[in-house]
Nanobody
Framework: QVQLVESGGGLVQAGGSLRLSCAASGRTSSTYAMGWFRQAPGKEREFVARIRWSGGSPYYADAVKGRFTISRDNAKNTVYLQMNSLKPEDTAVYYC????????????WGQGTQVTVSS
């Protein structure tokens, strides 16, 4: 089991920045990748970014490429999502998720953190 706790959400004006954090604990040795997803009201959950647990191979959705940066702090077992140039359409609940080496899906999820971007 892997436990994930997100933090860092909030209200920001368009063009502003926020940094989300996701602290991982438990059986992290089996973790292959960490991802960020988001779900806006009335919409399905969508992929935002992911990074290998080793810290390599970041990958982004087209909607956030060039504005968001995913990174990992090995010492703190924490993954970050730096969000710059935020837009109102980035408003959503952001979730952190973990994928194990033996799985093709993200099986562990955090509780989510609300990000609201005002115009």
């Amino acid at each position: 089991q892997v436990q994930l706790v997100e933090s860092g959400g909030g209200l920001v004006q368009a063009g502003g920045s926020l940094r989300l954090s996701c602290a991982a604990s438990g059986r992290t040795s089996s973790t292959y990748a960490m991802g960020w997803f988001r779900q806006a009201p009335g919409k399905e959950r969508e992929f935002v970014a992911r990074i290998r647990w080793s810290g390599g191979s970041p990958y982004y959705a087209d909607a956030v490429k060039g504005r968001f940066t995913i990174s990992r702090d090995n010492a703190k077992n924490t993954v970050y999502l730096q969000m710059n140039s935020l837009k109102p359409e980035d408003t959503a609940v952001y979730y952190c998720a973990a994928r194990e080496f033996t799985k093709l899906t993200y099986d562990y999820w955090g509780q989510g953190t609300q990000v609201t971007v005002s115009s």
